[in-house]
């Protein structure tokens, strides 16, 4: 099976814009998380979507946003970036193994750069 | 709010040495799964521990969860330069996809 994919890879962007980042899940797979990667804050959970609703949401400001399509196919978006959303965003997809443990599996990032 | 400590942040050893890097928390998880992370690439999934007191070994990585589920350690025999990453731990407050990750270990191992 193809790994998760995310694109793209590297993005620059300017204060105040907003910018649109695609994950592509591993086949089968209907849950998808988003993760911010900072060198102070390590990894951080932004949040999940499952079977196109969001379950789970973590602390961040409501500029960060997201949605899943009936493929399980997501996107996730920030408007009026800052400075400090500098970072890689990470993907992931999962599946629902025996026991309902969700085993993660992760995309390469989108490392996002704002000036 | 669930945190998970993990320690220690910098480890720098020589080949064949032996380390131990331990995730611990005040709060109990479904599951702790282990992540090996390179530069510019996502985290790569070891191993998940599901069980108190589970114990779990991938060559020479030894894997072992508390038997009250907050905590976990992980374990290297003989480190080789290939082991060199960040390993990362991280908990599943439920039977979802969120996880709670540590700050990760970040470990040279040199010829």
């Known amino acids: 099976k193809a790994g998760v994919t995310q694109t793209p890879r590297y993005l620059i962007k300017t204060r105040g814009q907003q910018v649109t980042l695609s994950c592509s899940p591993i086949?089968?797979?209907?849950?998808v998380s988003w993760y911010q990667q900072t060198p102070g804050q390590g990894l951080q959970f932004l949040f999940e979507y499952f079977s196109e609703t969001q379950r789970n949401k973590g602390n961040f400001p409501g500029r960060f946003s997201g949605r899943q399509f009936s493929n399980s196919r997501s996107e996730m978006n920030v408007s009026t970036l800052e400075l400090g959303d500098s970072a890689l965003y990470l993907c992931a997809s999962s599946w629902a193994r025996a026991g309902g443990i969700y085993e993660q599996y992760f995309g390469p990032g989108t490392r996002l750069t704002v000036t | 709010t669930q945190l998970l400590e993990q320690s220690p942040q910098f480890l720098s050893i020589q080949e064949g040495e032996n380390l131990t890097v331990y995730c611990n928390s005040s709060s109990v998880f479904s599951s702790l799964q282990w992540y090996r992370q390179e530069p510019g690439e996502g985290p790569v999934l070891l191993v998940t521990?599901?069980?108190?007191?589970e114990v779990k070994k991938l060559k020479r990585l030894t894997f072992q969860f508390g038997d009250a589920r907050k905590d976990s350690s992980l374990h290297i025999t003989a480190a080789q330069p290939g082991d060199t990453g960040l390993y990362l731990c991280?908990?599943?407050?439920?039977?979802?996809?969120?996880?709670?990750f540590g700050q990760g270990t970040t470990l040279q191992v040199k010829p």
């Open positions: 521990v599901v069980t108190g007191g």
């Open positions: 991280a908990g599943a407050p439920g039977n979802t996809g969120k996880l709670i």
């Open positions: 086949s089968g797979h209907r849950s």
